[in-house]
Nanobody
Framework: QVQLVESGGGLVQSGGSSRLSCAAS????????VAWYRQAPGMQRELVAR???????NYADFVKGRFTISRDNAKNTVDLQMNSLKPEDTAVYYC???????????WGQGTQVTVTS
C-alpha cells in the first residue's frame, strides 16, 4: 500500500520559518518525481515546488528565494523548507509523487500551514 505522510506545518508568524516533511512508503521512491502543492480555501490546488528523480528543482514564482525543496532517497523523504512566510502562504500543503511515465500519481493527506500577521 502506497502512503505519503506529511508532517510539520502548524501556526507560524509572518516572517517566520517552517519545515514540512513527507515520508513515502510502498513505492521505489528514487524513481518518482516528487512535489509540494498547496490549496487555500476557495482556491485551486497549485504547484509550490518540484524535484525530479535527478534532483532538478523548480519553484512557483511566488515562493522563489523563500522555499527550498529537497529529497533524501535513502530515507524516502521530501522536505520543504519555508522561510519568510507570508499570510498568503496559508494553505493546506500536499505531498505528491509521480512516476517518470506519469502513469502513477499519489497524494498525501495534506498538512495545514497557517501564517499569522
Amino acid at each position: 500500500q502506497v502512503q505519503l505522510v506529511e508532517s510539520g506545518g502548524g501556526l507560524v508568524q509572518s516572517g517566520g520559518s517552517s519545515r514540512l516533511s513527507c515520508a513515502a512508503s510502498g513505492i521505489i521512491f528514487r524513481l518518482y518525481n516528487v512535489a509540494w502543492y498547496r490549496q487555500a480555501p476557495g482556491m485551486q490546488r497549485e504547484l509550490v515546488a518540484r524535484i525530479n528523480t535527478g534532483g532538478t528543482t523548480n519553484y512557483a514564482d511566488f515562493v522563489k528565494g523563500r522555499f527550498t525543496i529537497s529529497r533524501d532517497n535513502a530515507k524516502n523523504t521530501v522536505d520543504l523548507q519555508m522561510n519568510s512566510l507570508k499570510p498568503e502562504d496559508t494553505a493546506v500543503y500536499y505531498c505528491n509523487a509521480v512516476d517518470n511515465f506519469g502513469s502513477r500519481t499519489y497524494w498525501g493527506q495534506g498538512t495545514q500551514v497557517t501564517v499569522t500577521s
